[in-house]
């Protein structure tokens, strides 16, 4: 079984900041990326960052500049620093790993965490 638990989410002012953080434990043999989605009233999952194992990233156009994806191999985590936050940064972030267990490599999803970003 595997699990993501994510952590950071909260209410903060336009331009302000915020940290995710994720972790990765069960079964699990590689993690070959691993990455952040949010989702919106109304609006489709889109990707925001996504770090590779061998640590390419990329990011959509919305947040490049503004936040940064790292991530520790060792401890199967994953951390999202946001800056500058907008009103329309605000939605549910769900960490995401692509992730092989030892016996099927699939997608595992978090329980998501709320952002805010509101005066």
């Known amino acids: 079984q595997v699990q993501l638990v994510e952590s950071g989410g909260g209410l903060v002012q336009p331009g302000g900041s915020l940290r995710l953080s994720c972790a990765a434990s069960g079964t699990i043999f590689r993690i070959n990326a691993m990455g952040w989605y949010r989702q919106a009233p109304g609006r489709q999952r889109e990707l925001v960052a996504r770090?590779?194992?061998?640590?390419?990233?990329n990011y959509a156009d919305s947040v490049k500049g503004r936040f940064t994806i790292s991530r520790d191999n060792a401890k199967n985590t994953v951390t999202l620093q946001m800056n500058s936050l907008k009103p329309e940064d605000t939605a549910v972030y769900y960490c995401n790993a692509d992730l092989d267990n030892g016996v099927i490599r699939r997608d595992y999803w978090g329980q998501g965490t709320q952002v805010t970003v509101s005066s």
């Open positions: 770090v590779t194992s061998g640590r390419s990233t």
